[in-house]
Nanobody
Framework: QVQLVESGGGLVQAGGSLRLSCATS????????MGWYRQAPGKQRELVAQ???????NYAGSVKGRFTISGDIAKYTVYLQMNSLKPEDTAVYYC???????????????WGRGTQVTVSS
């Protein structure tokens, strides 16, 4: 069983910064991509940022220039540095990984439990 272990998050004033971290609970056979999604109350879960094996990154338009995803997929870790936070960034942030736990496993989506980010105005 593979779990995604998240840390970071919390309460911050508008304009402030937070850093989220995520790592797998054990080594795995292969990871295609790792990233962060978020879900605000009453809204659908949306992609925030993603890093693909090989280094390509993708960002939601609303966070470009403010958030930076980094990490080492080969070491099963990913970080999200969030700067210039806005009240509309308030949401539960979920770590996501598309991975194959073992040689015989299928490539599947894995999710962390989520961490709350609250930005006050």
């Amino acid at each position: 069983q593979v779990q995604l272990v998240e840390s970071g998050g919390g309460l911050v004033q508008a304009g402030g910064s937070l850093r989220l971290s995520c790592a797998t609970s054990r080594s795995v056979f292969n990871i295609n991509a790792m990233g962060w999604y978020r879900q605000a109350p009453g809204k659908q879960r949306e992609l925030v940022a993603q890093i693909i094996n090989g280094g390509t990154t993708n960002y939601a338009g609303s966070v470009k220039g403010r958030f930076t995803i980094s990490g080492d997929i080969a070491k099963y870790t990913v970080y999200l540095q969030m700067n210039s936070l806005k009240p509309e960034d308030t949401a539960v942030y979920y770590c996501n990984a598309v991975l194959k736990p073992d040689f015989r496993s299928s490539l599947s989506n894995y999710w962390g439990r989520g961490t709350q980010v609250t930005v006050s105005s």
